[in-house]
């Protein structure tokens, strides 16, 4: 007869089989297994969990002491939970719980079953709450209370009560204190600002944050703040041994920008593509020399345009290979080409994306891991760390890609509902192009963002104008609500005067179409929602569903829309004069084009800043386009406001 059956014989307290840890934590790990962001503490290897129910059973059959013998009932369960036997520790905690009335006990096993469903893949979240509702830090096990809230408020993505609940894990050891300063990366600057006020104990990471926020693209600037900051909190940690984006980025060397060469499509079928990048960057270029006091001005870099549909990709690396920094290409495969071909050490804007390019789950966020995949925070990743080694000797260049992406839109969005509390969303695209990805992209997103958790958005696609209907009213079941109310009216003799009724789980519906669909599909989903709704479905939608040609008639038929566009298309921003300018000049340019310069403008932009935006990705610039800062992969990510529209105009939304 087996042990395990044995016990169940001779025990009451048997069949007992966990995931272990052990009884008091008493140090705290750093980012050591697994790349886990703070290994949760724990002790020297506990005793095999057969012999602590060995003594259980003689302890109990000696003196009837049910304390004793229940404190090692769990000590049987924390064994097996530390030998990675969760189903054996749940087994057992479950069935002591009835005899468990010792407040210290009963904590304990509540502890473990919280940190047994931590480590489940997916991880049942809403358990997680009700175990820590159950759970009291000032009982017993402090350390390991604090570090489920800690994971918990991670997949919540509270950075800020994630970075308090992780400071107060003691003794803190250097890599906690790192984890610290990563989570509260992902703050913008008003929040640090607020943060500063209300949390003390976090003031050394805070300060250190803003001035990284504020003087990130100065070097100069920085590595003076910085020294300040190392003068004021000396014995700190992070003072000791400061993260590794921050000394990389006081000891940056300003690019040589005297020659800059812009490789764009001037002639065939994207030349009206091109000519607006063109005039983008042109106006960015004057009004940077214009600004310049006039015995600078022969300091000014040069700009040089290249047709690249006039000669071969190798002959135009060859052109520009010496040139300081290169601004294009703009379509992707030629991109890619000139990557491939141009000299590691060429500095390069790229005007678009590359297919092996890994974006960010949400976009203007530091976003050196995934949190809850338990993979390290350090934001120093493999690329950085090695770029760093060689400036020493080959100088590689500086390489980004700015691309007006629909996905990142998408991403954004789904990150904007799910802020909202949203739980139940519905998205509505057309069948095919930048819709579909846009729309595929965006239940990425969500199903990243919930975990698996919960049922996934329902999605409606539409061919033509006639599936549009048919496919929106099918998912918010008002076509089933009409058929319920026909069978009614066919087994009576008289007329029922009904409204047919829409899904009432339904929170947020998201639209992923062009302007022209968009005045279709807004007043469809507002006929099909119900009056007796308790309150309204908000609906969003993208930048592709906007025209800054709208018609005060259009406008009503899209009124209650929220939707993302650059601050470049949207009223009451930045740059007054110069949209004045471009559309007394340009009066007929399309949505498209609009669009185009105001990423070639915004591509000269960030020509000074090169450096220091690759090697911090919390800092950002406000520009035309959105809000960019870019990512550990180079990818510029860019952050856009959100517009409202009313019954007669467009409206600018204060900032999340």
């Known amino acids: 007869m087996g042990k395990l059956k044995w016990l169940f014989v001779y025990s009451a307290v048997t069949a007992l089989i966990g995931c272990g840890s052990t009884p008091e934590i008493t140090k705290t790990a750093g980012i050591k297994e697994s790349n886990s962001p703070v290994t949760q503490p724990q002790e020297a290897q506990p005793k095999d969990p057969y012999l602590y129910l060995d003594e259980a059973k003689r302890i109990y059959a000696d003196t009837g002491d049910k304390y004793q013998r229940n404190q090692r009932i769990l000590l049987a369960a924390e064994s097996y939970k530390q030998q990675g036997q969760c189903i054996q520790s749940e087994k057992i905690v479950q069935l002591t719980m009835t005899e468990l009335t010792s407040p210290t006990l009963r904590n304990q096993s509540q502890i473990i079953l919280a940190e047994c469903e931590l480590a489940k893949t997916p991880t049942d979240w809403a358990k997680i709450a009700t175990l820590q509702d159950q759970i009291n830090q000032n009982i017993s096990h402090k350390n390991r209370v604090l570090y489920i809230q800690y994971k918990q408020y991670v997949h919540?993505?509270?950075?800020?009560?994630?970075?308090?609940?992780?400071?107060?894990?003691?003794?803190?050891?250097?890599?906690?204190?790192?984890?610290?300063?990563?989570?509260?990366?992902?703050?913008?600057?008003?929040?640090?600002?607020?943060?500063?006020?209300?949390?003390?104990?976090?003031?050394?990471?805070?300060?250190?944050?803003?001035?990284?926020?504020?003087?990130?693209?100065?070097?100069?600037?920085?590595?003076?703040?910085?020294?300040?900051?190392?003068?004021?909190?000396?014995?700190?940690?992070?003072?000791?041994?400061?993260?590794?984006?921050?000394?990389?980025?006081?000891?940056?060397?300003?690019?040589?920008?005297?020659?800059?060469?812009?490789?764009?499509?001037?002639?065939?079928?994207?030349?009206?593509?091109?000519?607006?990048?063109?005039?983008?960057?042109?106006?960015?270029?004057?009004?940077k020399q214009s600004s310049m006091p006039s015995d600078t001005r022969d300091d000014f870099p040069a700009l040089h345009f290249f047709d690249i549909e006039s000669k071969p990709m190798a002959e135009l690396v060859a052109e520009v290979s010496e040139y300081d920094v290169v601004i294009g290409p703009l379509v992707k495969d030629k991109l890619a080409e000139f990557s491939q071909l141009a000299p590691p050490e060429l500095n390069i804007i790229g005007l678009n994306r590359l297919d092996n390019s890994k974006l960010v789950s949400e976009p203007g966020v530091i976003d050196p891991s995934s949190l809850d995949n338990n993979q390290s925070l350090e934001l120093a990743t493999p690329e950085i760390q090695e770029s760093a080694r060689q400036q020493d000797d080959s100088q590689p260049g500086v390489r980004i890609y700015f691309a007006l992406s629909p996905e990142d839109e998408a991403v954004q969005l789904a990150n904007k509902v799910f802020k909202t509390g949203a739980t139940s969303p519905i998205v509505v695209s057309q069948q095919s192009g930048a819709p579909k990805r846009m729309a595929n992209a965006f239940l990425q997103t969500w199903q990243q963002l919930t975990e698996g958790d919960g049922v996934a958005p329902g999605l409606a696609t539409f061919t033509d104008n006639k599936s549009m209907r048919t496919s929106l009213t099918s998912l918010l079941d008002v076509s089933q609500s009409k058929t319920r109310i026909n069978q009614l009216e066919s087994i009576t003799s008289e007329k029922i005067h009904s409204v047919p009724r829409n899904r009432r789980d339904i929170d947020a519906i998201v639209l992923f179409a062009s302007p022209e669909q968009t005045e279709l599909l807004n007043p469809i989903v507002e006929t099909s929602l119900s009056p007796f709704n308790d309150k309204a479905v908000p609906v969003y939608a993208s930048s592709r569903s906007y025209s800054k040609n709208f018609s005060n008639n259009t406008l009503r038929d899209l009124r209650n829309i929220t939707f993302t566009d650059m601050p470049w298309m949207l009223p009451d921003g930045e740059h007054q004069s110069l949209k004045s300018e471009v559309e007394a000049i340009w009066p007929k340019q399309d949505d498209t084009l609009k669009r185009l310069f105001a990423l070639g403008f915004d591509a000269y932009t960030l020509v000074p800043v090169l450096s220091s935006l690759k090697v911090l990705p919390q800092v950002s610039v406000k520009g035309l386009t959105g809000t960019l800062s870019v990512d550990q992969n180079g990818n510029v990510i860019r952050v856009l406001p959100f517009g409202k529209i009313t019954e007669r105009e467009v409206i600018l939304l204060a900032k999340d």
């Open 156 to 287: 919540l993505k509270q950075w800020l009560n994630a970075a308090l609940v992780l400071n107060q894990i003691e003794p803190a050891e250097n890599q906690q204190d790192k984890d610290v300063w990563y989570l509260l990366q992902r703050l913008t600057e008003t929040e640090l600002e607020n943060a500063l006020r209300a949390h003390s104990e976090l003031s050394p990471w805070i300060q250190l944050s803003l001035i990284v926020k504020r003087f990130g693209l100065q070097p100069q600037q920085l590595q003076t703040a910085v020294n300040e900051w190392q003068t004021r909190f000396g014995s700190h940690p992070l003072s000791i041994n400061l993260p590794q984006e921050v000394q990389m980025a006081v000891s940056i060397s300003p690019l040589e920008t005297h020659r800059i060469a812009v490789l764009l499509p001037l002639s065939g079928r994207l030349s009206q593509q091109g000519l607006a990048i063109k005039q983008g960057l042109l106006a960015a270029y004057y009004g």
